[in-house]
């Protein structure tokens, strides 16, 4: 009973949705998706643009629109949770297995709207404007899901900067013990750290953590600006 009743809690952050996907199309491996910013994935026919299914199903309740291409064609977006204990996860999925799998992300009181984020070859970027919700205020207010979020500005802007790559051990022709880094692209392999690096752009500091993951969520560094 007790369980039953937790899980009741539970879905009342998981909001009515719509299931029309009219925000972006894509082609993902030989499929064509359409895509929103709801749970589910529609994939259709490009020749006639009958729908013909549901393709996949995000990890969590919302997740954006616009994902982006990883190295070896993976698909790489974000997906957010609305909670007593809300999280915003990045997560991957190939073409083949259909199976998305989560590589990291943050805890938040208050998460922000994420229309989209960013790629570098080392980092997944998730800009956090102020623009930001209680999730029991989408449970208790009866306002359409966007309204409930408020734009607080004097909270700034946070950047959090997800570690993508992986420091991979060389060999040497000089000595056996000598061992270079080599960073590839992006992957969602785990995550090692030589060490600390900090930069300065555009007055917005930039911690970069050293950090091991051997298995689950990469690593995360947070910059606030200024």
Not at 119 to 134: A, G, K, Q
């Amino acid at each position: 009973p007790c369980r039953t009743r937790f899980g009741r809690i539970a879905s009342m952050f998981r909001p009515q949705v719509t299931d029309n996907p009219a925000i972006n199309a894509l082609r993902f491996g030989e499929r064509y998706l359409a895509l929103s910013e709801t749970p589910m994935a529609y994939e259709f026919d490009p020749a006639t643009l009958e729908t013909l299914g549901v393709l996949y199903e995000n990890p969590d309740a919302f997740a954006t629109a616009h994902p982006h291409e990883g190295p070896g064609g993976e698909m790489l977006n974000l997906s957010t949770k609305f909670g007593p204990r809300s999280v915003q996860s990045f997560f991957s999925m190939t073409a083949g297995e259909l199976a998305p799998q989560k590589i990291g992300g943050v805890r938040r009181q208050r998460p922000t709207y994420q229309h989209s984020f960013g790629l570098t070859d080392r980092w997944l970027i998730l800009t956090e404007f102020p623009f930001s919700v209680n999730p029991l205020d989408i449970l208790r207010t009866g306002r359409p899901f966007i309204e409930n979020f408020a734009w607080q500005p004097e909270q700034g802007t946070r950047i959090v900067l997800v570690a993508c790559a992986r420091s991979l051990p060389s060999p040497s022709s000089r000595r056996a013990s000598v061992v270079t880094t080599v960073l590839p692209r992006c992957t969602t392999m785990p995550v090692q750290r030589t060490g600390p690096v900090f930069a300065v752009i555009a007055r917005v500091k930039f911690a970069f953590s050293p950090s091991v993951v051997p298995r689950g969520p990469a690593s995360a560094t947070e910059t606030k600006a200024a």
